[in-house]
């Protein structure tokens, strides 16, 4: 028998480009530093190393637009540290 996880299970940080804004304050609050602001089509945007990642949620915590959602994505092993970071996903 298979547990179910929580709603509120701290799995991989998702990012909604779509409604953020840019701000920069889940960069700002990381206490990892795990998020690093790159500029995508002259709009900022959050990119997240889940290798630093301590999924704390302070940045969700603190983003206005409510742009990051908690996951229950938590099978992140790999041997390629390149692959533990997440671009951000723009739709043109």
């Given at each position: 028998m298979q547990s179910q996880l929580k709603e509120n299970f701290r799995g991989q940080p998702i990012f909604d480009t779509?409604?953020?804004?840019?701000?920069?304050?889940?960069?700002?609050?990381?206490?990892?530093?795990a998020i690093e602001m790159v500029e995508i089509n002259?709009?900022?945007y959050p990119q997240l190393n889940l290798a630093?990642?301590?999924?704390?949620?302070?940045?969700?915590?603190?983003?206005?637009?409510k742009a990051?959602?908690?996951?229950?994505?938590?099978?992140?092993a790999t041997t390629d540290k390149s692959?533990?970071?997440?671009?951000?996903?723009?739709?043109a």
């Amino acid at each position: 028998m298979q547990s179910q996880l929580k709603e509120n299970f701290r799995g991989q940080p998702i990012f909604d480009t779509t409604v953020c804004v840019g701000c920069g304050l889940c960069s700002r609050d990381c206490p990892a530093q795990a998020i690093e602001m790159v500029e995508i089509n002259g709009k900022r945007y959050p990119q997240l190393n889940l290798a630093k990642c301590i999924f704390c949620y302070l940045c969700a915590d603190g983003c206005p637009r409510k742009a990051i959602k908690n996951s229950i994505v938590f099978e992140l092993a790999t041997t390629d540290k390149s692959s533990l970071i997440i671009k951000p996903h723009i739709n043109a």
